[in-house]
């Protein structure tokens, strides 16, 4: 693992964030080896780290969010962290977003891992070099908190390219995209509604794509529920990166 990356130059940290250290422990293996594969260094902090805050935001007790969002400062700062990588949606929104409103001297930079990966590639000059007619047809699902709340809708899209993929894009795509239907507790406290949103979500994508590919835990988890097409961004890249010929 890189966990030296400090004393090249950025001490990046890699939070995962609680859904994928708690639950999709294979996705945080995942992602740990494409930026190994990828040269690019990190910290991880496991036993130390907290929620980002979201879910105790979410659930009306800023405070709490408050005194969460300084306990994590605090933490940083004392680690020398200089900048944030993620692949939970919902926590680059929180810390890029929601941190600066909530801590006065919050000031450090947070970036999604699709935009991590794709510069990556982009740098040791991965292309896609087969014909266009042997690209993978995949679907393509945009988080809400990555999408909608943060504007990030091409770098997770050019990565798939890069990597042999086909997007064939549903009409709701975007910031046309609809919910998965699982954020915002529903998947937690409403089961049944969440399965049915899912099921919408995954009729409107076209029946001719082999996958349905997002970058975010909880969307995957929840589409995965209504289709196996589901597969989170992570074991897509992953895949292409261990049987691509540079």
């Known amino acids: 693992m890189g966990i030296f990356g400090f004393l090249k130059g950025e001490k990046v940290l890699y939070y995962p964030g609680c ?5 999709l422990k294979q996705e ?26 979201l879910p105790v935001m979410n659930a009306g007790y800023r405070k709490d969010a408050v005194k969460l969002a300084k306990k994590n400062l605090k933490l ?4 020398g962290i200089q900048k944030i990588v993620t692949n ?5 929104h929180m810390f890029g977003s929601v941190y600066p409103k909530l801590v006065r001297d919050w000031n ?27 690209r993978e047809i995949v679907a393509y699902h945009d988080p809400c908190h990555l999408g909608r709340y943060s504007g990030v809708y091409d770098e997770p899209r050019e990565v ?3 990597l042999g993929g086909r997007i064939m894009e549903s009409r709701f795509s975007r910031e046309k995209a609809l919910c998965c239907g699982g954020g915002g507790g529903v998947r937690a406290n409403f089961e049944n509604l969440a399965k049915g949103v899912s099921n919408e979500r995954v009729k409107s994508f076209s029946e001719d794509v082999g996958k349905i590919i997002s970058p975010c835990g909880l969307c995957y ?14 074991s897509f890249v992953l895949g292409k990166l261990r049987g691509m010929k540079r």
């Open 76 to 79: 940083f700062r004392e680690k």
């Open 160 to 162: 798939v390219e890069i």
């Open 221 to 234: 988890a929840n589409l995965k529920s209504s289709s196996d097409k589901s597969v989170e961004f992570s």
């Open 88 to 92: 939970c949606p919902s926590c680059f």
């Open 19 to 23: 859904l994928t250290k708690g639950v």
């Open 108 to 134: 450090i930079p947070v970036e999604h891992a699709t935009v991590t990966v794709l510069r990556a590639l982009k740098k040791k000059g991965w292309k896609y070099h087969g014909y266009d007619e042997d």
């Open 28 to 53: 945080l293996e995942n992602y740990k080896e494409i930026f190994n594969k990828l040269k690019i260094d990190f910290v991880m902090l496991p036993d130390e780290e907290n929620c980002c805050g």
